[in-house]
């Protein structure tokens, strides 16, 4: 089993920034996949960022340039970065842990951007 645990949400003006941690336990693999997702309210929950245990990234178009997703040096923590934040960033972002077919996610932690 693979327990994860979210925490850095909170409330910032726009263009502020926030730092979001994801910290991985239990059956963890050397292998996998962490993710960012946010879903905003009344809204589909949609990828932010992903990075592999190769250190490859991915991210939405709407977070290019403003986001940045990166590892912990023990390999289970996974950090989104959040700059230059806008009101459309406001949702509950939820940690994902992808390995061999399964899905693990986290409790999700709120990110308010004030207008």
């Known amino acids: 089993q693979v327990q994860l645990v979210e925490s850095g949400g909170g409330l910032v003006q726009t263009g502020g920034s926030l730092r979001l941690s994801c910290a991985a336990s239990?059956?963890?693999?050397?292998?996998?996949?962490m993710l960012w997702y946010r879903q905003a309210p009344g809204k589909q929950r949609e990828l932010v960022a992903g990075?592999?245990?190769?250190?490859?990234?991915n991210y939405a178009d709407s977070v290019k340039g403003r986001f940045t997703i990166s590892r912990g040096g023990a390999r289970n923590t996974v950090f989104l970065q959040m700059n230059s934040l806008k009101p459309e960033d406001t949702a509950v972002y939820f940690c994902?842990?992808?390995?061999?077919?399964?899905?693990?996610w986290g409790q999700g932690t709120q990110v308010t951007v004030s207008s």
């Open positions: 239990g059956s963890i693999l050397s292998s996998n996949h």
């Open positions: 994902n842990l992808y390995q061999v077919g399964q899905n693990y």
């Open positions: 990075i592999t245990t190769g250190g490859f990234t």
